[in-house]
């Protein structure tokens, strides 16, 4: 964690778990470092990164904390939670971290890893996660080595990730409004709001204008498998990916199975999903048939995902 620290400070690229998935980072007042990062990710700098910090002061001096985005800090930090937010005036993090905006995205991740990395570099490290742009997140380090491997400094191992799913994304620079569903269930922050998340517009996900989330590119998070959603029957030769202990005919053709969560838990699920895509890739599934998962608490997230996977596939 210490040499993380000193890679941060000499603007290097170092890979380390948060409790939603692996992140790639980098110091966030180092345009070159961000550059760097970019071209390791091969991801389109147009995409603003997420500034993730150790504590709300550091939060405080990057950017403006309305009264909803106070609650939800209050509430859910550390935790898998993003606030985008108004820039603070002499806000550090660099301009090509933010892609020219005068919003910030902001995170302090519980991960204890994270947390202390954060702590012995003492400034914003911008991380999004550690896969290549387009390919799932990385939920281990062995992922992060899969993609990533001589293209970055270092990669901090901390086991497997407990959430599984990228953070939730809300924007506190209007009424609070759900930019990205994700670790932190819709249903706990409405509750702490006392009123609905507003709906971002729709062509905030697509690829035109300026988007509200502009990482929320129709087809993302995708396996090199087709993936086809819903499945309530199996084609032959078509990998399962199971959810709960429900019937599904065809089955005994199923060139694999492999179950989300056999309980039919959502968090385990979620804690099981960007894996278990990975794991049928590598078994060189040809078509991933995904039973249907409800969309209560971490199953907004699921869905979501599986929605980007499936885009332009099926
Ligand atoms: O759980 C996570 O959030 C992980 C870990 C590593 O923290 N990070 C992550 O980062 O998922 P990334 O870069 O894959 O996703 C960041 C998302 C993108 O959809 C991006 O467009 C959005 O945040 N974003 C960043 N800044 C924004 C801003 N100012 N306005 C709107 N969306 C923003
Ligand atoms: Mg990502």
């Not at 799932?136 to 901090?156: C, E, K």
């Not at 506190?172 to 706990?188: I, N, Q, T, V, Y």
């Not at 202990?245 to 492999?258: H, K, Q, R, W, Y």
């Not at 989300?260 to 040809?286: C, I, M, Q, T």
Request: aromatic share 4%; with cysteine; proline share 7%.
């Amino acid at each position: 964690m210490a040499a993380a620290a000193r890679v941060f400070a000499e603007g290097g690229l170092v890979a380390f778990p948060t409790e939603t998935v692996y992140g790639l980072g980098a110091d966030a007042t180092n345009p070159a470092a961000i550059a760097r990062l970019y071209q390791a990710k091969g991801r389109p700098a147009f995409n603003p990164l997420i500034a993730h910090v150790g504590d709300l002061k550091a939060a405080r001096r990057i950017a403006r904390f309305d009264a909803p985005a106070e609650a939800l800090a209050e509430a859910f930090w550390p935790g898998p939670l993003t606030l985008v937010l108004p820039k603070a005036p002499g806000c550090a993090v660099a301009d090509l971290a933010t892609a020219g905006l005068d919003t910030v995205a902001i995170r302090i991740p519980a991960h204890p890893v994270a947390r202390e990395i954060l702590r012995a570099f003492g400034g914003p490290v911008v991380a999004p996660s550690a896969n290549l742009s387009g390919h799932v997140s990385p939920t281990t380090a062995a992922h992060v080595q899969s993609d990533l491997a001589g293209r970055i400094d270092l990669i901090v191992d901390g086991g497997a990730v407990e959430v599984g799913v990228e953070s939730t994304i809300v924007g506190c620079f209007d009424e609070p409004m759900l930019l990205r569903p994700g670790g932190l269930a819709r249903a706990e922050i409405e509750r702490v709001l006392g009123r609905a998340l507003k709906q971002p517009p729709a062509d905030a996900t697509g690829d035109s204008g300026q988007p509200l989330a502009p990482g929320m590119l129709a087809s993302h998070y995708a396996p090199r498998a087709r993936v086809r959603l819903n499945a309530t029957s199996l084609k032959a030769g078509e990998a399962l990916l199971a959810f709960g202990l429900g019937a599904i005919s065809g089955i005994d053709g199923a060139s694999t199975v492999m179950n989300l969560s056999e309980r039919g838990d959502v968090d385990e699920a979620a804690a099981n999903l960007f894996g278990y895509l990975r794991a049928l890739d590598a078994k060189g599934a040809h078509t991933i048939a995904v039973m249907p998962i409800p969309q209560h608490g971490l199953g907004e997230a699921i869905n979501d995902r599986l929605r980007r996977a499936a885009v332009g596939r099926e």
